[in-house]
């Protein structure tokens, strides 16, 4: 399944990377005695690389963990469509969506679908594969140009009791038809790019560029050991021998607790590791492979590597979480784990679950998951959380869930402390009233949250309390990214210096992040900090200083590390080479470095894959006007128009493109309209109000901002356009109105305070 908000997206229930349990070491000791005497067949010689062995190699010695892996969510993620896999029902059902209908019968023991193809006539189509087992399960389709797709019809699992057993809609109350993004037959639906990394083992995407054409390969249909472990060639042939090398003949060691264990703390009532973590935990960033809500920026996934090395992990962006960090939309776990104290505490995922099995350590009761580490006299009694000792459970109140792909319940794994208090100021969701009829108002004064100042930001407020989230070693590393990415211009001396100290942060996504917010320092600050993080030790971070840094790239030093990080930004987008905003990306980067001929084939290229795409079409515009063809960014423009005449973006580029060819008149026509079109978008109403004060028409300029103002009170720029024009036309007091508010909200802006004195009468 997949949303509306651009970043990557997942179906079914995010799948759970394997991880090794916290008697790895002995469990594996344990299997070197049973090795050494399996089978008299001679044992292979040790590959050079390590290759996928399957997963059935692994049963001969790791019985328990293969048995529990059978059957399990990762053995099922992907199954062949037969009989004993397609649990929906292919009687002759039949399911009605928005009049439209859908059929689900059996032909020559074929599993057919008849649907609403890609132009909206009906067509059968035979169901290739099975897309996971519960609470839902979904259906792929195989099209000749080696796509796989995934159908928005699927079967809940559940019972009817609880009140499966039937179809349903992915999106049941909006209307996804033929040429919509999101229909089943577009690319936002396409197994290939979206799912397959996820649910099977060793994908290989074989994507040709130049016939639009997949030849997808794997090693297994589901996600088996090796998802996890890394190919085990050299395991097995170590195994075999009874020789083990230093690290096992794996590619990546699970283990994150060594030697040391959880120690309860009885004062606090809370474990404490016997030892200091030495190393970044492993099975986060491995489980985070598929448990993150991300995107792939590298051909090939590394084992044991941080996830910022191979993907671009989603901050705590709307509309993904709320502004506390609270799971909105479908994250998965990892960007909400990372937000735990746990996570900092060195809790890691096997401490809670069974990774193979993907059970909970302890039995179904998720308290008892908790007890692990919590004392129950201490954090299940009526002093700790107000009500009758069975009442409630600890996940009710510290892991609230949300439904997803509608009969999906996902925990948020946070494990955060209620504050029913940002519910009333930050409109944050209040686990409370999901039992009760709560009505929060304020009480105590809490400890500051950076939710207050992510709210603030996303509603005009300065940027003065992002500076501080951002310098506070004590807020997660994500949450400091994102305020990082909520800065906004023109920048204070204290943000410019919080970017500053960011770029040298011990966490890679608050150096990336740094580096995106970089891009409102001067060219020649940008050049100077930037410039080191061309080495650093993520690639994530590494791409982005290219991405930076490409408009300077005559300027560095063949030693800058910029041609190596260049590369690896190529390589990252062309990972990704079937979606029309990788060849985007290649073209933007191309045009900044002035490679004029590269740039317009990257962003040809993004449009024959997709010419509904409109930032491509814009970004392909605005670097045809900056090369100098203003009439071939119109046409452009114009040829997306007839594509799609109500895409508010496209009017609007194109009434900049008109204002700035001198064709003033025209370009305010295309202008308003695109305010007319997407209303709530303060930038386009802003520019209607810059175009007409332009032509002369100062009072229909003011007119339209005093309605923005009212609208987005907060806007920087709607608000010192209206004062100056006011100022412009005389109107002093009403000037030093809307300055006088400007001010309240940015105190600490040298610019705002010199326009507000000069409107002071002496």
Not at 532 to 547: N, W
């Amino acid at each position: 399944m997949c949303d509306r908000s651009g970043t990557r997206f997942y179906f079914l229930s995010a799948l759970q990377a394997f991880v090794m349990h916290l008697r790895f070491r002995q469990l594996l000791l344990g299997s070197v005695l049973i090795l050494s005497a399996c089978g008299e067949t001679p044992p292979p010689p040790a590959a050079a690389e390590p290759v996928f062995v399957g997963s059935a190699e692994c049963n001969d010695c790791h019985v328990v963990q293969y048995s529990d892996w059978a059957n399990s969510h990762h053995d099922l993620a992907m199954q062949v469509a037969n009989a004993s896999t397609v649990l929906g029902d292919f009687e002759n059902a039949s399911f009605n969506y928005f009049d439209t209908e859908t059929e689900f019968l059996v032909r020559d023991e074929l599993f057919i679908v008849r649907t609403a193809n890609a132009v909206g006539e009906p067509e059968d189509f035979p169901i290739a594969y099975t897309f996971g087992v519960a609470p839902l399960q979904q259906y792929l389709v195989e099209f000749p140009d080696g796509r796989l797709q995934a159908l928005p019809f699927a079967w809940d699992t559940r019972s009817a009791n609880d009140g499966g057993k039937q179809w349903f809609h992915l999106y049941p109350d909006e209307y996804i038809g033929p040429g919509d993004a999101l229909h089943w037959t577009g690319r936002q639906q396409n197994w290939n790019y979206m799912c397959a990394e996820c649910h099977s083992t060793n994908y290989q995407v074989n994507y040709d560029l130049a016939t639009d054409h997949f030849e997808s390969t794997w090693s297994e249909i589901d996600v088996g050991c090796e998802a996890c472990h890394g190919p085990a060639s050299v395991h097995v042939a170590e195994a075999r021998t009874g020789e083990f090398s230093g690290d096992w003949g794996l590619s990546v060691d699970l283990d994150d607790h060594g030697r040391s264990v959880w120690q309860m703390n009885l004062q606090t009532g809370i474990a404490e590791r016997s030892e200091l973590a030495m190393r970044q935990s492993k099975q986060p960033e491995a489980c985070g492979r598929c448990h993150a809500r991300r995107g792939v920026i590298s051909p090939t996934y590394e084992y044991g590597k941080p996830l910022a090395e191979t993907h671009r992990v989603a901050l705590l962006d709307t509309p993904l979480y709320f502004d506390d960090g609270q799971i909105r939309n479908e994250v998965y776990v990892y960007g909400s784990f990372v937000q735990s104290r746990m996570y900092r505490a060195g809790v890691t995922c096997s401490d809670c679950h069974n990774p193979h099995s993907l059970e909970l350590v302890t039995g179904p009761e998720p308290s008892d998951v908790c007890t692990q580490c919590h004392l129950p006299d201490k954090f299940a009694s009526t002093e700790h959380h107000n009500h009758e000792p069975d009442d409630v459970a600890c996940v009710d109140c510290h892991m609230p869930s949300r439904d997803y792909m509608v009969v999906d319940p996902r925990r948020d794994h946070s494990f955060r402390v209620p504050r029913p208090e940002l519910s009333v100021s930050i409109d944050s969701p209040n686990v409370c009233a999901s039992c009760h009829d709560y009505d929060a108002r304020p009480g105590a004064v809490e400890s500051p949250h950076f939710g207050s100042a992510f709210n603030g930001a996303r509603n005009g407020i300065p940027s003065a309390p992002l500076a501080s989230v951002i310098g506070d070693g004590e807020v997660p590393g994500i949450a400091r990214a994102t305020a990082l990415r909520l800065l906004s211009g023109p920048l204070v001396s204290k943000d410019a210096a919080a970017i500053q100290l960011a770029l040298s942060d011990t966490d890679a996504l608050v150096r990336m992040a740094a580096l995106q917010s970089s891009r409102m320092l001067s060219p020649d600050t940008q050049l100077q900090l930037a410039a080191p993080l061309l080495k650093d030790s993520d690639r994530s971070v590494r791409i982005e200083a290219a991405s930076l840094l490409s408009p300077f790239s005559g300027d560095l030093p063949s030693t800058s590390g910029f041609a190596e990080a260049a590369e690896e930004f190529r390589a990252a987008q062309l990972a990704i080479a079937s979606r029309p905003e990788a060849h985007t990306s290649l073209g933007d980067f191309s045009a900044a470095m002035g490679d004029v001929d590269q740039a317009i084939d990257h962003y040809k290229t993004a449009l024959r894959i997709d010419p509904a795409d409109s930032m491509s079409r814009l970004n392909y515009a605005d670097a045809l006007r900056g090369f100098g063809d203003e009439r071939g960014a119109e046409l452009l423009l114009r040829d997306g128009l007839v594509l799609s005449a109500a895409n508010a973006e496209i009017r609007h580029s194109l009434g900049l493109l008109l204002v700035r060819s001198n064709r003033p008149v025209d370009g305010l026509a295309e202008l308003r309209e695109a305010a007319r079109l997407s209303p709530q978008n303060a930038r386009f109403v802003y520019v209607e109000g810059i175009a007409l004060n332009s032509l002369g028409q100062s009072d229909a300029a003011i007119e339209v901002l005093e309605d923005a103002h009212r609208r987005f009170g907060r806007d920087f720029d709607i608000a010192w356009a209206l004062a100056t024009m006011l100022r412009d036309r005389g109107d002093t007091a009403r000037a030093r109105e809307v300055v006088e508010m400007l001010a309240s909200h940015r105190p600490d802006d040298p610019n705002v305070a010199a326009l507000l004195e000069s409107l002071t009468v002496p």
